[in-house]
């Protein structure tokens, strides 16, 4: 799994490429996967693109 954190939100992606984004403000125990909610769409292409970017800075191809 990858991942990523910000204060309030996180995006998980597994290795089937699927996708999980939890509120942790209002769900700290990731229960709510929002991943599919068009009202949070921005927010998990966002994550997943920094979270791309880091991979991609570090050299790993594993985010591909």
Known sequence: HLSIRRQR???IRDR???TQLF???SDPYEKNNLANDEAQRQVC????GLMQQWFR???????Q
Do not use: H
């Not at 292409?45 to 997943?48: K, R, S």
């Not at 800075?57 to 985010?63: L, N, T």
């Open 9 to 11: 939100q996180m995006c």
């Open 23 to 25: 509120q942790l403000s």
């Open 45 to 48: 292409e966002q994550l997943q």
């Open 57 to 63: 800075a570090q050299g790993d191809a594993v985010y």
């Open 16 to 18: 089937a490429k699927q």
